[in-house]
Protein backbone atom coordinates (compact mmCIF):
# COMPACT_ATOMS: atom_id res chain seq x y z
CA UNK A 1 0.00 0.00 0.00
CA UNK A 2 1.26 3.58 -0.92
CA UNK A 3 2.25 6.08 2.14
CA UNK A 4 -0.37 8.20 0.94
CA UNK A 5 -3.00 5.37 1.30
CA UNK A 6 -1.82 4.32 4.63
CA UNK A 7 -2.56 7.91 5.68
CA UNK A 8 -5.71 7.48 3.85
CA UNK A 9 -7.00 4.21 5.24
CA UNK A 10 -6.30 5.35 8.97
CA UNK A 11 -9.05 8.24 8.24
CA UNK A 12 -7.02 11.29 7.32
CA UNK A 13 -8.02 14.03 4.79
CA UNK A 14 -5.26 15.97 2.85
CA UNK A 15 -6.22 19.04 4.57
CA UNK A 16 -5.39 17.44 7.84
CA UNK A 17 -2.03 16.48 7.06
CA UNK A 18 -1.05 20.33 5.92
CA UNK A 19 -1.32 23.62 6.55
CA UNK A 20 0.55 23.27 9.90
CA UNK A 21 4.43 23.51 11.00
CA UNK A 22 5.43 20.61 12.43
CA UNK A 23 7.14 18.57 10.06
CA UNK A 24 6.56 14.70 10.58
CA UNK A 25 8.99 12.41 8.33
CA UNK A 26 8.67 9.04 7.51
CA UNK A 27 11.38 7.01 9.09
CA UNK A 28 10.94 4.29 6.21
CA UNK A 29 12.22 6.89 3.31
CA UNK A 30 12.86 10.30 5.54
CA UNK A 31 10.17 12.12 3.57
CA UNK A 32 7.67 14.39 5.00
CA UNK A 33 4.56 12.82 5.49
CA UNK A 34 2.44 15.47 6.87
CA UNK A 35 2.93 19.06 8.60
CA UNK A 36 0.52 19.06 11.04
CA UNK A 37 -1.22 22.03 13.17
CA UNK A 38 0.02 22.44 16.58
CA UNK A 39 -1.64 23.81 20.02
CA UNK A 40 -0.10 26.69 21.71
CA UNK A 41 -0.07 26.74 25.78
CA UNK A 42 -3.06 28.30 25.91
CA UNK A 43 -4.87 25.95 24.06
CA UNK A 44 -3.62 22.99 26.27
CA UNK A 45 -4.65 25.51 29.19
CA UNK A 46 -8.10 25.15 27.80
CA UNK A 47 -8.13 21.73 27.23
CA UNK A 48 -6.85 21.26 30.90
CA UNK A 49 -10.21 23.19 31.95
CA UNK A 50 -12.35 21.14 29.58
CA UNK A 51 -10.68 17.34 31.18
CA UNK A 52 -11.65 18.99 34.67
CA UNK A 53 -14.91 19.92 34.08
CA UNK A 54 -15.23 16.13 32.28
CA UNK A 55 -14.23 14.68 36.03
CA UNK A 56 -17.09 16.44 37.74
CA UNK A 57 -19.55 14.02 35.84
CA UNK A 58 -17.11 11.08 34.58
CA UNK A 59 -16.40 10.16 38.29
CA UNK A 60 -20.09 9.81 38.93
CA UNK A 61 -20.43 7.54 36.05
CA UNK A 62 -21.01 4.01 37.57
CA UNK A 63 -17.30 1.99 36.78
CA UNK A 64 -19.38 -0.61 34.80
CA UNK A 65 -20.49 1.89 32.68
CA UNK A 66 -17.15 3.35 32.12
CA UNK A 67 -15.89 0.02 31.27
CA UNK A 68 -18.88 0.06 28.70
CA UNK A 69 -16.72 3.02 26.85
CA UNK A 70 -13.69 0.81 26.97
CA UNK A 71 -15.51 -2.02 25.46
CA UNK A 72 -16.25 0.08 22.60
CA UNK A 73 -12.92 1.40 22.44
CA UNK A 74 -11.28 -2.09 22.07
CA UNK A 75 -14.38 -3.07 19.46
CA UNK A 76 -12.98 -0.26 17.25
CA UNK A 77 -9.45 -0.74 17.33
CA UNK A 78 -10.22 -4.36 16.39
CA UNK A 79 -11.97 -3.33 13.27
CA UNK A 80 -8.93 -0.52 12.88
CA UNK A 81 -5.99 -3.06 13.75
CA UNK A 82 -4.75 -3.44 10.02
CA UNK A 83 -4.68 0.30 9.29
CA UNK A 84 -3.70 1.60 12.72
CA UNK A 85 -0.97 -1.32 12.47
CA UNK A 86 0.58 -0.07 9.36
CA UNK A 87 0.13 3.52 10.08
CA UNK A 88 2.45 2.81 13.30
CA UNK A 89 5.01 1.04 10.86
CA UNK A 90 4.93 3.97 8.64
CA UNK A 91 5.29 6.90 11.35
CA UNK A 92 8.14 4.89 13.68
CA UNK A 93 9.80 2.17 11.51
CA UNK A 94 9.11 -0.87 12.98
CA UNK A 95 8.54 -3.70 11.10
CA UNK A 96 4.60 -4.00 10.38
CA UNK A 97 4.20 -7.17 12.73
CA UNK A 98 5.03 -5.58 15.28
CA UNK A 99 2.82 -2.47 14.39
CA UNK A 100 0.21 -5.42 14.14
CA UNK A 101 1.31 -6.65 17.95
CA UNK A 102 1.08 -2.85 18.91
CA UNK A 103 -2.38 -2.89 18.28
CA UNK A 104 -3.14 -6.05 19.73
CA UNK A 105 -1.75 -4.71 23.28
CA UNK A 106 -4.35 -2.00 23.19
CA UNK A 107 -7.01 -4.02 22.60
CA UNK A 108 -5.81 -6.91 25.42
CA UNK A 109 -5.83 -3.88 27.47
CA UNK A 110 -8.87 -2.63 26.96
CA UNK A 111 -10.59 -6.45 27.50
CA UNK A 112 -8.55 -6.31 30.65
CA UNK A 113 -10.04 -2.45 32.13
CA UNK A 114 -13.95 -3.92 30.74
CA UNK A 115 -13.19 -6.76 33.31
CA UNK A 116 -11.72 -4.60 35.83
CA UNK A 117 -14.68 -1.99 36.12
CA UNK A 118 -16.53 -4.48 37.62
CA UNK A 119 -13.36 -5.27 40.21
CA UNK A 120 -12.35 -2.08 41.87
CA UNK A 121 -12.17 -3.45 45.05
CA UNK A 122 -11.03 -2.29 48.53
CA UNK A 123 -10.73 -3.74 51.82
CA UNK A 124 -12.96 -4.54 54.90
CA UNK A 125 -10.68 -4.16 57.83
CA UNK A 126 -11.34 -5.76 61.52
CA UNK A 127 -11.82 -2.34 63.73
CA UNK A 128 -10.19 -2.87 67.10
CA UNK A 129 -13.33 -1.05 69.10
CA UNK A 130 -16.76 -2.41 69.22
CA UNK A 131 -19.67 -2.00 66.89
CA UNK A 132 -17.07 -0.31 64.48
CA UNK A 133 -16.39 -0.75 60.99
CA UNK A 134 -13.46 -0.17 58.65
CA UNK A 135 -13.13 -0.49 55.43
CA UNK A 136 -11.34 0.56 52.27
CA UNK A 137 -12.58 2.31 48.92
CA UNK A 138 -11.04 2.89 46.02
CA UNK A 139 -12.12 6.58 44.04
CA UNK A 140 -11.41 8.48 40.81
CA UNK A 141 -8.27 10.69 41.46
CA UNK A 142 -8.31 12.88 38.70
CA UNK A 143 -7.20 14.81 35.31
CA UNK A 144 -4.58 12.33 34.09
CA UNK A 145 -1.78 13.33 31.75
CA UNK A 146 -0.59 10.95 29.21
CA UNK A 147 3.48 11.86 27.74
CA UNK A 148 4.34 9.02 25.49
CA UNK A 149 7.67 7.95 23.14
CA UNK A 150 7.78 7.14 19.82
CA UNK A 151 8.98 3.60 19.89
CA UNK A 152 5.26 2.29 21.02
CA UNK A 153 3.26 5.46 19.38
CA UNK A 154 0.40 4.04 20.66
CA UNK A 155 0.01 0.67 23.53
CA UNK A 156 1.54 2.83 26.61
CA UNK A 157 -1.32 5.37 25.77
CA UNK A 158 -3.82 2.51 26.01
CA UNK A 159 -2.20 1.00 28.99
CA UNK A 160 -2.96 4.00 30.68
CA UNK A 161 -6.13 5.28 29.07
CA UNK A 162 -8.09 2.39 29.34
CA UNK A 163 -7.16 1.79 33.17
CA UNK A 164 -7.67 5.92 34.07
CA UNK A 165 -10.93 5.63 31.62
CA UNK A 166 -12.45 2.91 34.19
CA UNK A 167 -10.98 4.39 37.36
CA UNK A 168 -12.93 7.51 36.41
CA UNK A 169 -10.42 9.85 35.22
CA UNK A 170 -10.43 11.77 31.65
CA UNK A 171 -7.32 11.34 29.93
CA UNK A 172 -4.99 14.24 28.03
CA UNK A 173 -2.05 12.65 25.49
CA UNK A 174 1.41 14.84 24.33
CA UNK A 175 2.24 12.19 22.35
CA UNK A 176 5.91 12.01 20.90
CA UNK A 177 6.62 14.93 18.24
CA UNK A 178 8.13 12.27 16.25
CA UNK A 179 4.65 10.53 15.99
CA UNK A 180 1.87 12.32 16.36
CA UNK A 181 -0.15 10.69 13.29
CA UNK A 182 -0.81 7.57 15.12
CA UNK A 183 -2.18 9.37 18.13
CA UNK A 184 -4.66 11.63 15.99
CA UNK A 185 -5.09 8.34 14.42
CA UNK A 186 -6.10 6.98 17.65
CA UNK A 187 -8.42 9.52 18.91
CA UNK A 188 -10.56 9.56 15.70
CA UNK A 189 -11.46 5.63 16.91
CA UNK A 190 -12.09 7.05 20.19
CA UNK A 191 -14.27 9.41 19.10
CA UNK A 192 -16.31 6.84 17.35
CA UNK A 193 -16.03 4.68 20.24
CA UNK A 194 -17.59 7.78 22.10
CA UNK A 195 -20.21 8.38 19.34
CA UNK A 196 -21.49 4.96 19.89
CA UNK A 197 -21.29 5.50 23.79
CA UNK A 198 -23.70 8.60 23.76
CA UNK A 199 -23.09 10.95 26.79
CA UNK A 200 -19.22 10.70 27.13
CA UNK A 201 -18.54 14.19 28.26
CA UNK A 202 -16.88 16.39 25.95
CA UNK A 203 -13.01 16.70 26.87
CA UNK A 204 -12.90 12.82 28.17
CA UNK A 205 -10.28 11.88 26.22
CA UNK A 206 -8.10 14.45 24.18
CA UNK A 207 -4.68 15.00 22.05
CA UNK A 208 -2.70 17.25 22.29
CA UNK A 209 0.11 18.03 18.80
CA UNK A 210 3.09 20.17 19.39
CA UNK A 211 6.78 20.23 21.27
CA UNK A 212 8.14 19.50 24.86
CA UNK A 213 6.77 23.33 25.84
CA UNK A 214 3.06 22.23 25.88
CA UNK A 215 4.39 18.53 27.68
CA UNK A 216 5.51 21.23 30.45
CA UNK A 217 2.13 23.09 30.83
CA UNK A 218 0.65 19.46 31.87
CA UNK A 219 3.18 18.87 34.41
CA UNK A 220 3.39 22.21 36.03
CA UNK A 221 -0.80 22.31 36.06
CA UNK A 222 -2.19 21.04 39.60
CA UNK A 223 -5.33 20.45 37.76
CA UNK A 224 -3.32 17.75 36.28
CA UNK A 225 -3.46 15.19 39.07
CA UNK A 226 -1.69 12.43 37.58
CA UNK A 227 0.79 12.35 35.12
CA UNK A 228 1.95 8.78 33.06
CA UNK A 229 5.18 9.12 31.43
CA UNK A 230 7.02 6.46 29.33
CA UNK A 231 10.53 7.80 28.00
CA UNK A 232 13.62 8.22 28.41
CA UNK A 233 15.35 8.31 32.19
CA UNK A 234 16.49 12.28 31.45
CA UNK A 235 12.50 13.34 30.39
CA UNK A 236 11.64 11.41 33.67
CA UNK A 237 13.94 13.16 35.75
CA UNK A 238 12.73 17.04 34.68
CA UNK A 239 9.24 15.11 35.03
CA UNK A 240 9.40 13.73 38.30
CA UNK A 241 10.97 16.92 39.78
CA UNK A 242 8.48 18.88 38.69
CA UNK A 243 6.02 16.18 40.18
CA UNK A 244 7.02 16.19 43.25
CA UNK A 245 7.04 20.05 43.39
CA UNK A 246 3.27 20.12 43.85
CA UNK A 247 2.99 16.08 45.04
CA UNK A 248 1.14 15.66 41.83
CA UNK A 249 0.78 11.37 41.41
CA UNK A 250 4.09 10.24 39.11
CA UNK A 251 3.90 7.11 36.81
CA UNK A 252 7.19 6.60 35.13
CA UNK A 253 8.36 3.73 32.82
CA UNK A 254 11.75 4.73 31.65
CA UNK A 255 14.84 3.34 30.03
CA UNK A 256 15.75 -0.35 30.32
CA UNK A 257 19.29 -1.77 29.70
CA UNK A 258 18.24 -5.48 29.57
CA UNK A 259 19.99 -8.55 30.25
CA UNK A 260 19.92 -12.25 29.71
CA UNK A 261 22.59 -14.74 31.13
CA UNK A 262 22.85 -18.26 29.59
CA UNK A 263 23.74 -20.62 31.56
CA UNK A 264 25.21 -23.90 30.75
CA UNK A 265 22.74 -25.93 30.58
CA UNK A 266 20.35 -23.52 28.66
CA UNK A 267 18.41 -24.83 25.17
CA UNK A 268 20.35 -22.85 22.67
CA UNK A 269 18.28 -22.93 19.88
CA UNK A 270 15.31 -21.28 21.97
CA UNK A 271 18.29 -18.95 23.34
CA UNK A 272 19.12 -17.71 19.78
CA UNK A 273 15.71 -16.91 18.71
CA UNK A 274 14.83 -15.34 21.85
CA UNK A 275 17.89 -13.28 21.25
CA UNK A 276 17.69 -12.17 17.95
CA UNK A 277 13.97 -11.26 18.35
CA UNK A 278 14.67 -9.22 21.96
CA UNK A 279 17.70 -7.68 20.20
CA UNK A 280 17.10 -6.34 17.29
CA UNK A 281 13.32 -5.86 17.16
CA UNK A 282 12.13 -2.62 16.42
CA UNK A 283 15.69 -2.21 15.45
CA UNK A 284 16.70 -2.29 19.28
CA UNK A 285 14.51 0.43 19.91
CA UNK A 286 12.11 -0.74 22.38
CA UNK A 287 12.65 -0.26 26.23
CA UNK A 288 12.75 -3.79 26.75
CA UNK A 289 15.56 -4.33 23.80
CA UNK A 290 18.03 -6.93 25.15
CA UNK A 291 21.00 -4.80 25.16
CA UNK A 292 23.60 -7.43 27.36
CA UNK A 293 23.95 -10.90 26.96
CA UNK A 294 25.92 -13.03 29.85
CA UNK A 295 27.33 -16.19 28.76
CA UNK A 296 28.92 -18.89 30.41
CA UNK A 297 32.01 -18.98 29.35
CA UNK A 298 32.12 -23.05 28.30
CA UNK A 299 29.07 -22.29 26.03
CA UNK A 300 30.65 -19.30 24.68
CA UNK A 301 32.26 -20.31 21.61
CA UNK A 302 29.12 -22.43 21.19
CA UNK A 303 26.87 -19.70 21.02
CA UNK A 304 28.21 -16.75 20.19
CA UNK A 305 29.88 -17.46 16.33
CA UNK A 306 25.99 -18.82 15.97
CA UNK A 307 24.57 -15.55 16.90
CA UNK A 308 26.87 -13.57 14.21
CA UNK A 309 25.96 -15.92 11.23
CA UNK A 310 21.94 -15.76 12.46
CA UNK A 311 23.23 -11.75 12.42
CA UNK A 312 24.34 -12.05 8.85
CA UNK A 313 21.17 -13.36 7.60
CA UNK A 314 18.88 -10.51 9.01
CA UNK A 315 17.03 -8.93 6.15
CA UNK A 316 17.32 -4.88 7.01
CA UNK A 317 14.62 -2.75 4.71
CA UNK A 318 10.92 -1.37 4.46
CA UNK A 319 9.45 -2.67 7.44
CA UNK A 320 6.20 -2.96 5.71
CA UNK A 321 7.59 -5.45 3.42
CA UNK A 322 6.71 -9.19 4.17
CA UNK A 323 9.60 -10.82 5.52
CA UNK A 324 11.48 -7.51 6.58
CA UNK A 325 13.01 -8.59 10.27
CA UNK A 326 14.91 -5.02 10.84
CA UNK A 327 13.22 -2.26 9.76
CA UNK A 328 15.00 1.94 9.68
CA UNK A 329 16.27 3.82 12.93
CA UNK A 330 13.67 7.15 14.18
CA UNK A 331 15.90 9.31 12.65
CA UNK A 332 19.76 10.21 11.94
CA UNK A 333 20.43 11.24 15.59
CA UNK A 334 19.45 8.02 16.86
CA UNK A 335 22.33 6.66 13.91
CA UNK A 336 24.49 9.37 15.56
CA UNK A 337 24.69 7.96 18.80
CA UNK A 338 24.72 4.23 17.51
CA UNK A 339 27.99 5.07 15.56
CA UNK A 340 29.51 6.85 18.65
CA UNK A 341 29.13 4.06 20.99
CA UNK A 342 29.87 1.49 18.53
CA UNK A 343 33.42 3.88 18.75
CA UNK A 344 33.39 3.92 22.24
CA UNK A 345 33.24 0.08 22.31
CA UNK A 346 35.99 0.32 19.67
CA UNK A 347 37.83 2.47 21.87
CA UNK A 348 36.97 -0.20 25.19
CA UNK A 349 39.12 -3.17 23.67
CA UNK A 350 35.45 -4.05 22.75
CA UNK A 351 35.00 -6.03 19.21
CA UNK A 352 32.57 -5.24 17.21
CA UNK A 353 30.31 -7.52 14.11
CA UNK A 354 27.84 -5.82 12.34
CA UNK A 355 27.13 -2.17 12.72
CA UNK A 356 27.14 0.63 10.11
CA UNK A 357 24.29 2.19 7.53
CA UNK A 358 22.35 0.13 5.39
CA UNK A 359 20.97 0.60 2.08
CA UNK A 360 22.16 4.04 1.74
CA UNK A 361 21.73 3.97 -1.81
CA UNK A 362 18.24 3.06 -1.72
CA UNK A 363 17.30 5.23 1.26
CA UNK A 364 19.67 8.50 1.24
CA UNK A 365 17.13 10.39 3.70
CA UNK A 366 16.50 7.38 5.93
CA UNK A 367 18.79 5.59 8.56
CA UNK A 368 18.49 1.77 8.28
CA UNK A 369 21.50 0.28 10.32
CA UNK A 370 23.01 -3.19 10.52
CA UNK A 371 22.29 -4.65 13.82
CA UNK A 372 26.02 -4.74 15.95
CA UNK A 373 26.92 -7.38 18.15
CA UNK A 374 29.99 -5.62 20.61
CA UNK A 375 31.96 -8.80 22.64
CA UNK A 376 33.26 -6.97 25.36
CA UNK A 377 36.21 -7.28 27.71
CA UNK A 378 33.96 -6.80 30.86
CA UNK A 379 30.98 -4.12 31.51
CA UNK A 380 32.46 -0.88 30.75
CA UNK A 381 30.85 2.54 31.25
CA UNK A 382 29.19 2.47 27.67
CA UNK A 383 27.43 -1.01 28.06
CA UNK A 384 26.03 0.55 31.57
CA UNK A 385 24.39 3.14 29.19
CA UNK A 386 21.75 2.80 27.46
CA UNK A 387 21.79 3.47 23.50
CA UNK A 388 18.41 3.47 21.88
CA UNK A 389 19.93 1.12 18.77
CA UNK A 390 20.56 -2.68 17.98
CA UNK A 391 23.86 -3.15 19.70
CA UNK A 392 24.28 -6.44 22.04
CA UNK A 393 26.80 -6.15 24.27
CA UNK A 394 28.40 -9.97 24.96
CA UNK A 395 30.07 -10.78 27.95
CA UNK A 396 31.64 -13.99 29.54
CA UNK A 397 30.59 -15.50 33.37
CA UNK A 398 32.46 -18.40 35.09
CA UNK A 399 30.77 -17.75 38.55
CA UNK A 400 26.54 -17.74 38.55
CA UNK A 401 26.90 -14.91 41.45
CA UNK A 402 29.04 -12.75 39.15
CA UNK A 403 26.27 -13.33 36.36
CA UNK A 404 23.71 -12.14 38.98
CA UNK A 405 26.10 -9.11 40.10
CA UNK A 406 27.01 -8.21 36.38
CA UNK A 407 22.69 -8.37 35.54
CA UNK A 408 22.13 -5.77 38.35
CA UNK A 409 25.89 -3.78 37.78
CA UNK A 410 23.44 -1.03 35.98
CA UNK A 411 21.60 2.34 36.24
CA UNK A 412 18.65 1.02 34.97
CA UNK A 413 16.02 -1.93 36.34
CA UNK A 414 13.62 -2.61 33.64
CA UNK A 415 13.72 -6.19 32.45
CA UNK A 416 15.84 -9.01 32.79
CA UNK A 417 15.70 -12.60 31.94
CA UNK A 418 17.81 -16.21 31.76
CA UNK A 419 18.40 -19.49 29.85
CA UNK A 420 18.72 -22.25 32.48
CA UNK A 421 17.38 -25.37 33.27
CA UNK A 422 19.10 -25.69 36.22
CA UNK A 423 15.93 -25.29 38.89
CA UNK A 424 18.50 -23.96 41.39
CA UNK A 425 19.78 -20.84 39.26
CA UNK A 426 16.51 -20.08 37.90
CA UNK A 427 14.88 -19.77 41.06
CA UNK A 428 18.14 -18.40 42.79
CA UNK A 429 17.75 -15.43 39.71
CA UNK A 430 13.94 -15.09 40.62
CA UNK A 431 14.78 -14.75 44.63
CA UNK A 432 15.42 -11.48 46.47
CA UNK A 433 19.07 -11.88 45.65
CA UNK A 434 18.36 -12.45 41.95
CA UNK A 435 17.45 -10.11 39.63
CA UNK A 436 16.48 -6.49 40.63
CA UNK A 437 14.50 -5.53 37.70
CA UNK A 438 10.73 -5.19 37.25
CA UNK A 439 10.22 -7.99 35.17
CA UNK A 440 12.16 -11.60 35.30
CA UNK A 441 11.80 -13.92 33.24
CA UNK A 442 13.18 -17.97 32.75
CA UNK A 443 13.45 -18.92 29.37
CA UNK A 444 12.10 -16.30 27.30
CA UNK A 445 13.79 -12.78 26.33
CA UNK A 446 13.44 -9.48 27.92
CA UNK A 447 10.84 -7.99 25.51
CA UNK A 448 7.11 -9.01 24.15
CA UNK A 449 5.88 -8.41 28.20
CA UNK A 450 2.20 -9.40 27.83
CA UNK A 451 -0.46 -6.39 29.33
CA UNK A 452 -1.64 -9.08 31.91
CA UNK A 453 1.25 -8.13 34.72
CA UNK A 454 2.44 -4.69 35.91
CA UNK A 455 4.94 -3.00 33.76
CA UNK A 456 7.80 -0.70 34.67
CA UNK A 457 10.84 -1.24 36.84
CA UNK A 458 13.23 -0.38 39.18
CA UNK A 459 16.38 2.60 39.74
CA UNK A 460 16.72 4.72 36.65
CA UNK A 461 13.54 3.20 35.06
CA UNK A 462 11.44 4.86 37.10
CA UNK A 463 9.79 3.01 39.68
CA UNK A 464 6.29 3.07 38.02
CA UNK A 465 4.13 -0.01 37.07
CA UNK A 466 1.64 0.75 34.57
CA UNK A 467 -0.84 -2.50 32.56
CA UNK A 468 -2.18 -5.45 34.73
CA UNK A 469 -2.28 -6.74 38.03
CA UNK A 470 -3.17 -4.17 40.12
CA UNK A 471 -1.58 -1.05 38.56
CA UNK A 472 -5.19 0.74 38.26
CA UNK A 473 -4.41 1.71 42.06
CA UNK A 474 -2.23 4.54 40.59
CA UNK A 475 -5.18 6.58 38.75
CA UNK A 476 -7.20 6.22 41.95
CA UNK A 477 -7.22 7.68 45.24
CA UNK A 478 -7.65 5.20 48.52
CA UNK A 479 -9.78 6.03 51.54
CA UNK A 480 -9.95 5.13 54.64
CA UNK A 481 -13.62 5.02 56.19
CA UNK A 482 -13.91 3.87 59.80
CA UNK A 483 -17.75 3.56 60.96
CA UNK A 484 -19.21 3.79 64.20
CA UNK A 485 -22.51 2.01 64.34
CA UNK A 486 -22.60 1.86 68.65
CA UNK A 487 -24.07 3.75 70.92
CA UNK A 488 -20.64 4.88 72.48
CA UNK A 489 -17.36 6.79 71.21
CA UNK A 490 -15.16 4.37 72.24
CA UNK A 491 -11.70 6.13 71.37
CA UNK A 492 -9.02 4.00 69.33
CA UNK A 493 -5.87 3.13 71.42
CA UNK A 494 -7.86 2.73 74.60
CA UNK A 495 -7.47 7.07 75.31
CA UNK A 496 -9.31 7.89 78.11
CA UNK A 497 -11.04 11.62 77.11
CA UNK A 498 -14.39 12.57 79.43
CA UNK A 499 -15.83 15.37 79.29
C1 LIG B 1 8.42 0.16 25.43
O1 LIG B 1 9.36 -0.12 24.72
O2 LIG B 1 8.26 1.35 25.85
O3 LIG B 1 7.43 -5.64 26.56
C2 LIG B 1 7.33 -0.76 25.82
C3 LIG B 1 7.44 -5.11 25.44
C4 LIG B 1 6.22 -4.34 25.03
C5 LIG B 1 6.24 -2.96 25.59
C6 LIG B 1 7.49 -2.18 25.36
N1 LIG B 1 5.05 -5.04 25.50
O4 LIG B 1 8.39 -5.19 24.68
Redesign the pocket.
Same mark, same amino acid.
Given at each position: MSHSNILKAAGFSASELSGGTLAVHSPVDGNEIARLKTHSTDDVEAMIGKGVAAFKSWRNTPAPQRGELVRLIGEELRAEKENLGRLVSLECGKIYQEGLGEVQ @?MIDICDFAVGLSRQLYGLTIASERPGHSMRETWHPLGLCGIIT =?F? &?PV =??WCWNTALALVCGDPVIWKPSEKTPLAALATQKICERAMQKFGDAPAGLIQTIIGERDIGEVLTSNRDVAIISS $?GSTRMGHAIGQKLAERFGRCIL @?LGGNNAMIVAPSADLEMALRAIVFSAVGTAGQ?? $?TLRRLIVHEDIYDQLVPRLKSAYDGLPIGDPLDDGTLVGPLIDGDAFTGMERALEQVKADSGQVHGGGRALEGEYPAAYYATPAIAEMPGQTEIVRHETFAPILYVMKYRDFDDAIALQNGVPQGL?SCIFSTDLRETEEFLSATGSDCGSANVNIGP?? =?EIGGA &?GGEKDTGGGRESGSDAWKGYMRRQTNTINYSRELPLAQGIKFDI
Open positions: @E =AN &F =AP $T @ERC $TSSG =A &F
